[in-house]
């Protein structure tokens, strides 16, 4: 896969709803339940982080949900490309880029949304090809003001801020012209999780899903 043909997925990815969940998730046994929830809610493209043991049986289990387009978020190495390949994950994200995670994502035909937060990233990975990325971390690295500035002179690059984003700034971010959509862990608190309150997230999930942009 080019790196033309995995920015053009992931924008159909960030098509599909204003807000991508980034899930950490400790057991296996609730994923399931979680992606239907997140789903129902209007969320259907999901990152569950590669940062657990777990990591890998949950894409498994959520990639048999209806409806939902599974991810494997944190992608690091050309192993992790590998294992988020086996376990069916339909799109990876990182939270920067190096040319062997580009090379692997590439090979792999894994559309990747790779991270970047200055100017200068955004304008390395355009020069390869890629022109929807990670704006992360976004709020550390600026917030929606830094990503607005960054986008005047280089508007062909379209972003997926990710990195303290919640209900109250999110705004700040979809009404920018190069977000297309944002990355938030607040859509699936770890409680609500742990208390299978899958009527919380869903709640949740509508709210979200519901952001203009
Ligand atoms: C991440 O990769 O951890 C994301 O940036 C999620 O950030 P958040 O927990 O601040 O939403």
Redesign the pocket.
């Known amino acids: 896969m080019t790196p033309q043909q995995a920015s053009l997925r992931a924008r159909e990815i960030a098509a599909l709803a204003p807000i991508i969940p ?1 899930l950490v998730v400790e057991e296996a046994g609730v994923a399931r339940p979680l992606a239907k929830a997140l789903v129902a809610g209007g969320l259907p493209a999901l990152e569950v ?1 590669l940062r657990t043991p777990a990591a890998l049986d949950v894409i498994r289990e959520m990639a048999t949900v209806e409806g939902g387009v599974v991810g494997a ?2 992608l690091l190495t050309p192993a992790d490309v590998q294992a988020a390949k086996e376990a069916g994950a339909r799109f990876g994200v990182s ?1 920067g880029a190096t040319d062997r995670l580009l090379d692997a994502c590439e090979e792999a035909d894994l559309p990747l949304l790779p991270g970047a937060a200055t100017a200068s990233e955004a304008m390395r990975l355009f020069e390869r090809g890629y022109d929807m990325l990670k704006f ?2 976004a709020e550390a690295a600026g917030g929606a003001p830094a990503l607005k500035a960054i986008g005047a002179p280089i508007p062909q690059v379209a972003f997926c801020p ?4 919640s209900i109250k700034n999110a705004n700040d971010y979809l009404s920018l012209p190069n977000v297309l959509c944002a ?4 859509v699936a608190p770890k409680d609500a999780v742990a208390a299978g309150d899958w009527a919380r997230i869903e709640a949740l999930a509508r709210e979200a899903a519901a952001l203009p942009r």
């Open positions: 980034v982080t978020g944190t939270p992360f971390p990710t990195g303290g984003i990355g938030g862990s607040w």
